[in-house]
């Protein structure tokens, strides 16, 4: 709902990390799949790779999956922007 919407975005707003996109504005605009009103949170663009494609690269380049500790140390860094988000 917008309430939600608008409390998200005052959230977002108040965040400043590297890793987390910047909020820029909170605005109402056409959907285009539907042409319907709706909401939308508007972020800052990153011009960077997806975490997806970063994974499947490193597997087609090593023709085997990460070792636990790999994953280990990704899972640490998502969880270090996780945690920054919720304190």
Known sequence: NRA???S???????LDHPNIPKFIEFT???NPRNGLQQDWLVMEYINARSF???IDDIYARRRRPMKLDELALIGARLLKIVNYMHN
């Not at 998200?8 to 108040?14: C, H, K, N, T, W």
């Open 8 to 14: 998200e975005g005052q959230i977002l707003g108040a």
């Open 52 to 54: 997806g494609s970063i």
């Open 28 to 30: 109402k605009g056409s």
């Open 4 to 6: 939600e919407l608008i």
